[in-house]
């Protein structure tokens, strides 16, 4: 039997994932209106070249200029003149390709829970649904918030994005795509708004933090309805949300995979929205590292809470932003530089997080005997932390089998708090290697009181008090220690740990924390956060019936159910991306490559 029969046969008799693999150059070579495929739902457009992972192969000459090139180490979009072709994208060395996977996923019963839902979800799914918001009669997403006793909602009767994203998986897995393909488009069209603050616009490609369905009298009785966005203007502090569009990016590529429609992806508009957001992330600036910049309150934590810089959070969902863009962008001449830029920055980011951000027992007795003030091209202190400023806590607390990736990184300073989101969001995009994700997940298992308690998920450990609340949040009243982002738990993230969990194969820790979750959220109905250091209290200010606490858990305990789904959302290692550097530094120059030079302390 040869391949393409045995792939028409399988993705008819199933709808789960295939892996194929060929050594027959020929079946790769090939455009796929040669052969004919019965796939429900195909991976493959019928009507181009072949497709992989998202990129059209055209020829045998695109193929050939694909090449890796180490002198094209640029991470801006920026064309140079001495370049005509692009980086390699997946496929490396001519023919000897990955394999690679077929999608067909059923719509319906199969994106359903095949189990009977509790009364516990079908509550929960009656709640989510009751918090959908219309806009001409469509559904368009969520509200933040759906509590009847709240006099004074302020914001959290708008559709926030990443609010957002636990209800669209939810949506996504229950087979109910109309809502998410909605907010998808409703939102793209938002990011071109003008936006102003003070006399001046950010970049192009900004998404918004969230939007308000509104109605407006236009003559007399007439009246017609409007979305409001807002990107940041009306926010508490002014700040810009950089996570928007990183999450806006990660849904598009899910919906694809869980509903297997990649029309949506291809279309002109969100193609163009796409490169939007990429250019802006990839602009050149100031910046020595891979990393991006960004302000304080700029994601999930709103408030100032002291993770100006370079945020973990920040950190990997960029990477994971840029993986999934890789998939979904469409490859022609124009976007050859975008290509460039996202391979050249995936491939140093991987390396500077997993390099500098890593901390376990062996490396904190490490940075505990640095050396300071080294002035070299070979030093090894390159950020001159001052090992006086490890603090005590975290030398008791790292256990021996178990480590994390440390908030933030900037010259002189390294944020020790463990940030639940980064580190999850790490093992869900494969930022961090594999003896790490068990680590990180081993720290959490071993630190289970510190960091789940009464209700997962602590958004950050340990929380900051007395002088260091004072100075760092401002002595912020909403942030008091073990309250909301200072140290509070909340139970939205109980779904990417779940996925994180699936992942690596450790889904009874996952199960652990949703029958936590399910004894009480209810009870409790359904808060946005829990306070205390176990976690033992619902929050002092928290919303009730919280949308994405809901989603959050319903999303967690379909993946609970069926967890082959889990596949669809999360990213496997890229070892293209780690096999050569793209700084095309030698090592026989006055400047040697840092990677070349630490590459023994790469957990690989």
Not at 162 to 190: C, M, W, Y
């Amino acid at each position: 039997m040869n391949t393409i029969t045995f792939l028409r046969n399988r993705a008819i008799n199933s709808a789960r994932r295939i892996p194929i693999a060929s050594n027959n150059p020929s079946f790769f070579l090939s455009p796929l209106h040669h052969h004919t495929i019965d796939l429900p739902q195909p991976r493959f457009n019928l009507h181009h070249p072949f497709r992989i992972l998202g990129f059209h192969i055209n020829d045998v000459s695109t193929i050939a200029r694909a090449g890796f090139k180490f002198q094209s180490f640029s991470t801006s979009i920026e064309t140079r003149g001495s370049e005509n072709s692009f980086e390699r994208i997946y496929i490396q060395g001519g023919m000897n390709v990955k394999p690679f996977t077929v999608e067909s996923v059923h719509k319906g019963e199969e994106n359903g829970v095949r189990e009977e839902e509790s009364v516990v979800e079908k509550q929960a799914w009656k709640l989510l649904k009751d918090a959908i918001v219309t806009y001409c009669g469509n559904p368009v997403g969520t509200v933040a918030a759906n509590d009847p006793g709240d006099k004074s909602p302020l914001n959290y009767d708008q559709v926030f994005i990443r609010d957002f994203i636990p209800s669209a998986l939810a949506f996504l897995l229950k087979g109910e795509d109309e809502i998410v393909k909605n907010f998808l488009l409703h939102t793209l069209q938002l990011q071109s708004w003008e936006k102003t603050v003070d006399c001046y616009s950010p970049g192009q490609g900004l998404m918004p933090a969230s939007f308000k369905v509104r109605t407006v009298a236009i003559d007399g009785d007439t009246h017609e309805e409007v979305l409001d966005p807002d990107f940041g203007e009306s926010a508490i502090g002014r700040v810009a949300p950089v996570d928007s569009g990183l999450w806006w990016i990660i849904l598009l590529r899910a919906y694809g995979k869980i509903t297997g429609d990649y029309s949506l992806q291809e279309r002109v508009d969100v193609q163009t929205g796409l490169k939007m957001i990429l250019k802006l992330c990839l602009t050149d600036g100031f910046d020595m590292f891979p990393s991006l910049l960004v302000t304080d309150g700029s994601c999930m934590i709103d408030r100032r809470m002291g993770i100006h810089g370079h945020p973990l959070e920040i950190q990997a969902l960029f990477y994971s932003a840029l993986r999934c863009s890789r998939e979904i962008l469409v490859v022609t001449d124009e976007t050859n530089d975008l290509v460039r830029a996202i391979n050249n920055r995936l491939s140093a980011l991987s390396f500077h997080i997993r390099q500098y951000y890593w901390v376990d027992l062996k490396k904190m007795n490490e940075i505990y005997r640095y050396k300071t003030e080294e002035y070299s091209m070979d030093a090894i202190n390159k950020f001159n932390i001052y090992p006086e400023q490890i603090p005590f806590w975290v030398m008791d607390w790292i256990p021996e089998k178990g480590g994390y990736l440390i908030g933030n990184l900037q010259p002189a300073h390294m944020d020790f708090r463990f940030f639940t989101l980064g580190n999850l969001w790490s093992i869900i995009s494969s930022l961090s290697t594999q003896k790490q994700n068990e680590s990180i997940l081993n720290l959490i298992q071993e630190k289970w009181d510190d960091l789940v308690g009464h209700m997962p998920l602590k958004i950050c450990y340990p929380a900051l008090d007395n002088e260091e609340w004072r100075i760092i949040t401002g002595s912020d009243p909403k942030n008091t220690p073990w309250s909301y982002h200072n140290g509070g738990s909340w139970p939205t993230l109980l779904w990417q740990f779940t996925l994180a969990c699936i992942k690596m194969g450790r889904i009874e820790l996952a199960q652990k924390a949703a029958d936590l979750a399910e004894k009480r959220l209810p009870v409790d109905s359904w808060p946005e956060y829990y306070d205390t250091r176990s976690g033992k209290f619902i929050g002092k200010q928290a919303r009730m019936y919280q949308t994405w606490t809901i989603a959050g858990f319903l999303t967690s305990k379909m993946l609970l159910k069926n967890p082959e789904k889990a596949s669809m959302l999360f990213c496997e290692e890229d070892y293209d991306l780690l096999e050569y550097c793209v700084c095309g530094l030698s090592q026989k120059g006055r400047k040697k490559c840092s990677r070349i030079a630490a590459k023994s302390q790469i957990l690989v």
